[in-house]
């Protein structure tokens, strides 16, 4: 099992960027595929990125590429996602995600465990 911990969310001016950091504790942490996912309020939860387990492949949503990028360090049981350029409709709860099925990494179920989010603002 997993557990997962997000923090680095707060309110940041529009332009600014953020740095979101994930903790993993458990065994195994380097065998899981990782991803970040935001839910703005009323809406949807959305893909924002994903990471393969060998930090090999990542994935993005088209509409964030260039200003997202997401990084691993298996050393430290960490996902990063950094956040650049902020933009208003970034403001969401970002979520944290792991998992080792297999299929389209864009998919919530592919990941079966979850962090409890951290809060975005991105103020205009």
């Known amino acids: 099992q997993v557990q997962l911990v997000e923090s680095g969310g707060g309110l940041v001016q529009a332009g600014g960027s953020l740095r979101l950091s994930c903790a993993a504790s458990?065994?195994?942490?380097?065998?899981?595929?990782m991803a970040w996912f935001r839910q703005a309020p009323g809406k949807e939860r959305d893909f924002v990125a994903a990471?393969?387990?060998?930090?090999?492949?990542?994935y993005y949503a088209d509409s964030l590429k260039g200003r997202f990028t997401i990084s691993r360090d298996n050393a430290k049981n960490t996902v990063i996602l950094q956040m650049n350029s902020l933009k208003s409709e970034d403001t969401a709860v970002y979520y944290c995600?792991?998992?080792?099925?297999?299929?389209?990494?864009?998919?919530?179920?592919?990941?079966?465990?979850w962090g409890q989010g951290t809060q975005v603002t991105v103020s205009s």
């Open positions: 995600a792991a998992g080792r099925r297999v299929g389209d990494r864009r998919r919530q179920e592919m990941y079966e465990y």
């Open positions: 458990g065994r195994a942490f380097s065998t899981y595929d």
């Open positions: 990471i393969n387990w060998s930090a090999g492949y990542t």
